[in-house]
């Protein structure tokens, strides 16, 4: 039943302008002052209700995508599901969006398109107004408009009494909007995890029948949806959501089978992961996808390699094998770009090159590109008993010595014309349960 909008003055909300990104009041007053209505939405408005400081700002309006391209020479249009404007200032872009319309019965519904198989919503370019558009929005927290007319905020769901409430509750019948996209089920695990609020029943009661949509989702697709739940912040907190709602095991079917259902040492390595890309966030430190795959694939890695070392294989070559196995399996799930899917594997292969603690190739591998990022999964996985741990204290005070300490420290002595030669032989091998296995020792 459509009703007309809760309208919220400026002086009963707290957003100001100044918190508005420059480039967005652009936008959102040069529509305004071309006639067309020019609403800040999504999140944006969300983030700022709340307190919070919003990265991206969406607008919304009932100008058509080309109607903005004509009104911005920083424009371009994008899209075939759903047809939108971008409009670029600097490094900052501000997507414009035109209403959509309902698609009802007797209605446009020629540029629309839904599966009859799955009814998943493949292209929706119809257009309408303002009062339809909102209920096309997937939550009410993001469906609020900001009205840069009188900066008012204007309300038709709910939305602003489910902010105060830290109620995350779905638009419309839950169970067809997963159907319509199953991203939706990721989003609210995201959004639970990102706000701290929690999900209404009504809203989680059908993601468990319907998780298996997911397998369904476009590859490419889902490495966005990996990059906001895991590298915004919220990682360990999105972690466990998607493991509540029965959803990781539809991003991460080998992690999933690996880690079981109990509670365990496999479990708590991967939230030392989550909970450490999070405090690098926090810190303002960079985070890449390649690590965190690499951990979320490590226990089957490892599992996978012991099995082709029993078969014969060196703990290298089991490891590197094993690696482009999982990594192949992996990436039919989730499109993970050759950037970061190969210097991952690398990252899990050179895990046993760490038991070689002396002689000319342990130099070159200290000294190697990729060894920080397999020296930060070697810590990681000494800290929660997946490796040697007096092996990590090692590798970490040898990148603190001068190169003379370093050359005896691994045995090596200078002879004419300035060339190392071994002095001696490895420290010992370690076994292959701490260092190849993916399965941490018992305790």
């Given at each position: 039943m459509r009703h007309a909008p809760v309208v919220i003055p400026r002086s009963e909300h707290c957003i100001s302008r100044a918190e508005i990104s420059r480039s967005a009041l652009k936008v959102l007053y040069r529509l305004k002052d071309a006639g067309y209505q020019a609403y800040l939405v999504g999140g944006s408005v969300r983030d700022l209700l709340l307190g919070r400081h919003p990265k991206d700002f969406d607008v919304a309006t009932d100008a058509h995508p080309e109607e903005v391209r004509a009104l911005f020479g920083n424009c371009r249009l994008i899209g075939r599901r759903f047809r939108l404007a971008h409009v670029r200032y600097g490094r900052e872009v501000i997507e414009v969006a035109t209403f959509r319309g309902l698609g009802t019965e007797g209605g446009d519904n020629e540029h629309r398109e839904v599966s009859a198989e799955s009814g998943r919503l493949l292209r929706d370019n119809v257009y309408g107004a303002l009062e339809e558009d909102v209920w096309r929005r997937d939550f009410t927290a993001n469906a609020l408009y900001y009205n840069i007319a009188d900066f008012s905020v204007w309300d038709f769901t709910g939305g602003f009494a489910d902010l105060q409430a830290q109620r995350l509750r779905l638009i419309g019948d839950p169970e067809l909007r997963y159907r319509e996209d199953p991203v939706r089920m990721l989003r609210a695990a995201r959004f639970a995890a990102k706000l701290g609020f929690t999900v209404d029943p009504d809203t989680a009661a059908p993601i468990g029948q319907l998780a298996h949509l997911?397998?369904?989702?476009?590859?490419?697709?889902?490495?966005?949806?990996?990059?906001?739940?895991?590298?915004?912040?919220?990682?360990?907190?999105?972690?466990?959501?998607?493991?509540?709602?029965?959803?990781?095991?539809?991003?991460?079917?080998?992690?999933?089978?690996?880690?079981?259902?109990?509670?365990?040492?496999?479990?708590?390595?991967?939230?030392?992961?989550?909970?450490?890309?999070?405090?690098?966030?926090?810190?303002?430190?960079?985070?890449?996808?390649?690590?965190?795959?690499?951990?979320?694939?490590?226990?089957?890695?490892?599992?996978?390699?012991?099995?082709?070392?029993?078969?014969?294989?060196?703990?290298?070559?089991?490891?590197?094998?094993?690696?482009?196995?999982?990594?192949?399996?992996?990436?039919?799930?989730?499109?993970?770009?050759?950037?970061?899917?190969?210097?991952?594997?690398?990252?899990?292969?050179?895990?046993?090159?760490?038991?070689?603690?002396?002689?000319?190739?342990?130099?070159?591998?200290?000294?190697?590109?990729?060894?920080?990022?397999?020296?930060?999964?070697?810590?990681?996985?000494?800290?929660?008993?997946?490796?040697?741990?007096?092996l990590a204290r090692w590798w970490t005070a040898i990148q603190s010595m001068s190169p003379e300490e370093q050359g005896r420290e691994l045995g090596l002595t200078r002879e004419g014309g300035g060339k190392r030669r071994p002095r001696g032989g490895r420290r010992g091998r370690r076994s292959r349960s701490g260092e190849v296995s993916g399965s941490p020792p018992s305790a």
């Open positions: 997911i397998d369904g989702v476009p590859a490419a697709r889902l490495f966005d949806e990996f990059l906001k739940l895991f590298q915004a912040g919220h990682a360990l907190a999105s972690y466990r959501e998607l493991r509540r709602f029965g959803l990781f095991e539809h991003l991460f079917p080998a992690t999933a089978r690996w880690l079981g259902p109990g509670d365990d040492a496999r479990g708590r390595f991967l939230e030392a992961a989550l909970a450490n890309t999070d405090a690098r966030v926090a810190d303002g430190r960079p985070v890449t996808p390649m690590f965190l795959f690499g951990v979320f694939l490590w226990g089957p890695v490892g599992d996978r390699a012991v099995q082709l070392a029993a078969e014969g294989m060196s703990d290298y070559q089991a490891l590197s094998v094993a690696a482009a196995e999982l990594t192949r399996e992996q990436t039919d799930r989730i499109a993970v770009p050759k950037r970061f899917s190969i210097p991952m594997r690398e990252m899990l292969q050179l895990q046993s090159r760490f038991d070689k603690t002396s002689g000319g190739r342990a130099l070159a591998f200290l000294h190697s590109e990729r060894f920080r990022a397999a020296y930060d999964l070697l810590l990681l996985r000494a800290a929660v008993g997946n490796a040697d741990p007096e």
